[in-house]
C-alpha cells in the first residue's frame, strides 16, 4: 500500500529539516500537521539572520513571526504565507501553545548580536532555541511535568551538535555562534573563527565532549511523544564524531537514518 501524499507543508519541512522531519513521522498521524507547523515556523526563525543583509532587518523578521503568532492568539485573521497560514490555524486551534513560539523566536534574537559572550549565554540560546522546538513538540504531544525538562534539555543538545558542525558555514557567511569565553580560553576571538574556522576544532571537541556528559531525563517520556526526543539520537552521533575531532557528514547516511528509526520503534533513547 502507498504511504498518503506529504501535505505542502510536510514537504516544506522534509526540505528544509531533514532530520527532524524524520523524526516527526513517528508522530501519531493526527498530530503530525501540527507538528509540522511547528517545525517549518521553527526554519523561518532560524533563517531570519541567515536571510537578512544586516541585524536590524533579521529582528524586524522575528517581529513578524512573533505578530503571526499574536494575531493567531487574538483570533485575528492570519496572514497569507505558506507557514503562517497554517501556523496560526495551528495556534487557534489550541494545538500549539503561543507562549512557545514567542519563546522561541525571542531566544533567536541571540543570533542578531555580533556575539554570544558567555557559556551560560550560549546555553540560554540552545536552550531557547532548539530546545524550545522540542519543549513545544513535547507539549503538542502529550508530554507533561519532568519529561518536558528532559526534552528541552535533548532539544538543546541537538541545537549544540547543529552549531559545532554549522562552524565553518557559519563562518563563510561571517557568523560565529560559539561563545566568547569558550574561544578566550583557546587564545581566540569569534574573528578568529570566521577567518579560519579550523582553529576552532579544539574548541568543538571540547563543547561536543560536554555535551555528551549530559544526560536528558526523558525515562517519563510518553510513548505518543517520542517523536520529539529522537533529535537526541541524531545529536549524541554528532557529538560523538565532533569530540573524537571527526567530520560529521553534510548529508545523513544509513547508519543515522536508522539509529533514528530503530529508537522510534524501541523507545531507546
Given amino acids: 500500500m502507498n504511504a498518503p501524499p506529504l501535505s505542502p507543508l510536510g514537504e516544506f519541512v522534509r526540505q528544509h529539516d531533514p532530520d527532524r522531519f524524520l523524526c516527526a513521522l513517528f508522530a501519531p498521524a493526527e498530530q503530525r500537521e501540527a507538528l509540522f507547523a511547528l517545525l517549518a515556523y521553527n526554519h523561518e526563525l532560524a533563517r531570519a539572520r541567515e536571510a537578512a543583509s544586516q541585524p536590524m532587518l533579521a529582528l524586524i523578521r522575528l517581529q513578524w513571526w512573533r505578530e503571526v503568532v499574536e494575531n493567531a492568539a487574538a483570533g485575528r485573521p492570519a496572514r497569507q504565507h505558506e507557514v503562517a497560514a497554517p501556523l496560526a490555524g495551528m495556534v487557534a486551534s489550541g494545538q500549539l501553545a503561543p507562549a512557545d513560539l514567542l519563546a522561541m523566536a525571542d531566544a533567536r534574537e541571540a543570533e542578531t548580536e555580533e556575539a554570544i559572550p558567555s557559556t551560560g549565554a550560549f546555553q540560554a540560546y540552545l536552550r531557547g532555541s532548539a530546545g524550545g522546538v522540542a519543549l513545544a513538540a513535547g ?101 560523538r564524531r565532533l569530540a573524537a575531532g571527526r567530520p560529521v557528514p553534510a548529508a545523513r547516511g544509513l547508519g543515522d537514518r536508522l539509529a533514528v528509526t530503530w529508537a522510534g520503534l524501541l523507545g531507546r533513547l
Fill in 139 to 239: 507539549r503538542l504531544l502529550g508530554a507533561a511535568g519532568p519529561a518536558l525538562a528532559g526534552l528541552q534539555q535533548a532539544g538543546a543538545l541537538y541545537g549544540l551538535a547543529g552549531v559545532l558542525r554549522s562552524t565553518a558555514a557559519l563562518a563563510r557567511q561571517g557568523r560565529c555562534l560559539l561563545p566568547e569565553d569558550a574561544l578566550a580560553a583557546a587564545g581566540l576571538t569569534p574573528h578568529a573563527v570566521m577567518a579560519d574556522p579550523a582553529l576552532a576544532a579544539p574548541v568543538l571537541a571540547n563543547l561536543a565532549a560536554e555535551g555528551l556528559r549530559q544526560h536528558p531525563g526523558l525515562a517519563g517520556l510518553p510513548a505518543a511523544a517520542r517523536a520529539a526526543g529522537l533529535p537526541l539520537v541524531l545529536a549524541r552521533r554528532d557529538l
